[in-house]
């Protein structure tokens, strides 16, 4: 089964970011990435997908309208199961703790080390990990 990544961030050059760090990945049918540029079209995307629980949220704290912290909350509160990890530029100890507490299962700083996301991804992923 392929593990797909919803990436939520208002930066849209994150989305070929992701994409090329994860080439490999999605040319082996391990990895299928999509992308939302809030809050609010996440939880619309996830809502419209009955296999809502085979994603794994990558999503920025820092956006307009809804902030990934409350996207965290809605998503925990609607899929309990599904694991989110939190993305941003400001990787301060309060803003970690909030994630942590409220359900994220880690906390990735910008820019991302690409090969230390792999191995937080890795047990998420089908096939052999990333």
């Known amino acids: 089964m392929r593990t797909c990544v919803l990436l939520v961030d208002d ?8 994409r090329q760090s994860f080439r490999r990945e999605i ?22 997908r009955e296999a809502a629980e085979r994603f794994l949220v990558l999503s920025d704290i820092n956006m307009p309208g809804m902030t990934g912290l409350e996207l965290l909350r809605e998503v925990k509160k609607r899929w309990p199961g599904l ?9 301060d100890a309060e ?3 909030r994630a942590i507490e409220d359900g ?3 906390f990735v700083t910008k820019p991302v080390d690409f090969s230390h996301l792999k191995q937080t991804l890795g047990p998420y992923v089908a096939g052999d990990g990333i």
């Open 104 to 106: 994220a299962s880690d």
């Open 27 to 48: 040319r082996r049918g391990e990895l299928e990435i999509r992308f939302t540029t809030s809050g609010d079209q996440a939880l619309e995307l996830l809502a419209g």
């Open 83 to 91: 694991v989110v990890i939190m993305v941003s530029a400001y990787g």
């Open 95 to 97: 803003n970690r703790r």
């Open 11 to 18: 930066e849209i050059d994150a989305i070929e970011l992701f």
